[in-house]
């Protein structure tokens, strides 16, 4: 039985049927394709990012200071930013500054605060990596829709993702 969904419309599990409300065949279907595809493409991404001795959690983490003003965030946003806890964060910023690519910094007027800065060698690396993974990423996701295709899994998307970020918010 698949572990993502336990059962469906024609075998649900010990719990009565009107209680639960079992994916259809289609619905199964959709939902497995997406967890493969997001488990693929992520594999596929993060293989072409090895040989830049970057995994993609740091690529995003570049890319996320990248696009920050001054090129540094608080390491409370930035684990928000990213989808990770403040501890995860913490350890993955440590090997990030120990290869040179970011810095912790102080923030002022906030003894306990702290900010995780991109380096030069951080933004060289960004600015080195980022055409082979625009690259990967057109390759092996958006040239395989169509002008349309792209609107419409937006469109569809969009609020998946808007709905699961109020969540984030939330106890």
């Known amino acids: 039985m698949d572990t993502h969904t336990i059962g469906t419309a024609d075998t649900p599990p010990s719990q009565p049927e009107e209680e639960t409300p079992w994916l259809t ?10 967890l493969e595809v997001a488990k693929l493409l992520d594999y596929q991404l ?12 740091d690529y995003e983490i570049l890319v996320v200071l990248s696009e920050a003003p001054d090129h540094r965030m608080r390491m409370t946003d930035l684990a928000t930013a990213t989808l ?21 910094q102080e923030c002022p007027g906030d003894r306990r605060g702290l900010y995780a800065h ?47 970020r109020g969540l984030r918010g939330r106890s």
């Open 25 to 34: 065949a289609r619905e199964q279907r959709m939902w497995r394709a997406h």
């Open 84 to 104: 990770q806890s403040k501890s995860r964060l913490s350890h993955q910023i440590t090997r990030m500054e120990n290869a040179g690519l970011v810095l912790r």
């Open 118 to 164: 991109l380096t030069e060698q951080g933004w060289e690396t960004m600015q080195r990596v980022a055409p082979d993974h625009v690259r990967s990423v057109r390759a092996h996701f958006i040239d395989r829709f169509t002008p349309e295709q792209l609107d419409a899994l937006y469109e569809a998307l969009a609020p998946v993702a808007d709905h699961l």
């Open 46 to 57: 993060s293989r072409e990012l090895q040989p830049h001795n970057l995994a993609i959690n």
